[in-house]
């Protein structure tokens, strides 16, 4: 059994179905980086005998790139009029200028080998994605659901839901205070969430608070989700041992580093584990008491 997967029409209801594409994990390396995730394409196509969109693109996709050395969030418009093309991009907000250039740098490739020449078109990488559509092209709310991935390990025992709802909720406390994109660890649960850069801050939080109730719902006890909206992502992986690092780099789906998934094993839960290795000292020191007093007995019979 392979992890849950749903896909949604992008930007419009004029968008073909995404084809599913799975990033194992996001891990640190440029390959893990530019792995894709999804894509949307417009069904419509541009009806250019001039070529004037063509070259409208070819412009957007040169600015874009060129502002990826500088920064992780940059908007434009190519052209005017009817035929201007609006597009962004954007890079997780823990990329490297270096890794956020080497992965934006693809996506003008990317969206053209995928959607060729539709209107309005977005594909999303493992740390950046790229999106562009034609001037009045529909938009879709902010919270809109485009893709999901939920872990197919599951967790069992008691204590799991509780500690992914506080883990969850860190998400958009972080976002609020760090400009729209938050990482870090909480309770062996690790936490990514970004917003889109000129999301308002308030918006920021609404939109990162619906991907929070879409993980619980979509991905339950899924030990690792991906929950991507219109306008921000989150993701989070629980590590049974403990999150490795403080890292976004190091995050994780399921086998971390490895990018395997594991579609057996069950997680157990461990709840207290304070008060359970008192308890297993409890046990061995009335066991040796008892063995001591068994001993003494028979030292009294002879």
Partial sequence: MGPSESPKNLLSFFLLPLTLFTVPYLGSSSSDHTNMVYKGCADQKFQDPSG??????????????????????????????????????????????????????????????????????????GACYMRYEVVGFRQVPSTELLYKVCGSTQASGTGFGDRLDSALGEIAKGVQSGNGFYAGGYESVYVLGQCEGDLASGDCVDCVKSAVERAKSECSTSISGQIYLQQCYISYTYYPNGVPGNSASETGEEDMGTGKRNTQKTVAIVVGGVAGLGFGIACLLFLKSAFKKKREGKRGGY
Avoid: H, M, W
């Fill in 52 to 125: 004037i969109y063509s070259q409208n693109l070819k412009t957007l996709f040169s600015t874009l790139t060129s502002q990826s050395s500088a920064a992780k969030f940059f908007n434009t418009t190519a052209g005017e009029s009817q035929s201007a093309i609006s597009g962004l991009f954007q890079c997780r907000g823990d990329l490297s200028n270096d890794d956020c250039k080497d992965c934006v740098i693809r996506l003008p490739d990317v969206l053209q080998k995928v959607c060729g020449k539709a209107i309005a078109a977005r594909v999303q990488l």
